[in-house]
């Protein structure tokens, strides 16, 4: 069998393949949109395959007919074993650069339309949780510590909240308890905060 991509999709098979499609003819540099535009629209088939016997889980059909496919000698163009995520890939400096590079390059809508189709979608619980786990205790260089800082503030700067907001802010956090070493951390960053608006500076010293 020829080069192909095998995937799980929550749209139709239809959306799936017009999505691949339109990336494809607008330039997108990965090793999939290039194989398309080398291939030839006209000449790629589409084959929707079952979910193996017992599996009820996409995640985990895609990783078997990923699997199954590559034992069988299929050149798939699929860059990981399929699942949840990107499990097993990590892109070089190189690799990072060119995929900006081929996102800037997109029209402007390319971006509306990819803004469109994700405006209301909610993930899972689960997902969620898989989200937090990855991202929990990922170090954060300097740089990018202050631009998240940067854009809270001046997303946050005249915000005034709904009398509704805040009674579901004030109705979350009733009977949250705070332990001591929050608090006091809480209580040291709203000095330091303090003494910086007043153009003073605050020197914190850790009590034994």
């Not at 330039?27 to 016997?53: A, C, H, M, Q, S």
């Amino acid at each position: 069998m020829r080069f192909a991509i095998c995937g799980k999709t929550s749209k139709t098979v239809v959306e799936r393949v017009n999505a691949h499609l339109k990336n494809a003819r607008y330039g997108v540099d990965y090793y999939v949109y290039r194989w398309i535009r080398k291939t030839g629209e006209e000449n790629i088939g589409v084959l929707e395959l079952p979910l193996p016997f017992g599996v009820t889980d996409d995640a985990i059909a895609e990783k078997f007919w990923i699997a199954h496919l590559r034992e069988r000698g299929c050149r798939l163009t699929n860059l990981t074993a399929g699942g949840e995520g990107v499990t097993g890939l990590i892109h070089t400096p190189e690799t990072r650069a060119k995929i900006s590079a081929a996102v800037r390059r997109q029209p402007p809508e390319w971006f509306a339309k990819k803004g469109e189709a994700n405006r209301g979608r909610k993930h899972s619980a689960e997902t969620r949780a898989k989200m937090s786990a990855a991202r929990r205790g990922r170090p954060k260089s300097p740089e990018h510590a202050a631009k998240i800082g940067a854009s809270n503030r001046g997303r946050l700067k005249g915000t005034t909240h709904s009398p509704e907001r805040r009674a579901k802010q004030s109705a979350a956090q009733r009977g949250h308890i705070v332990s001591i070493e929050t608090r006091a951390k809480i209580s040291a960053a709203h000095k330091a905060r303090i003494a910086a608006a007043r153009g003073g500076s605050l020197v914190l010293e850790q009590q034994g």
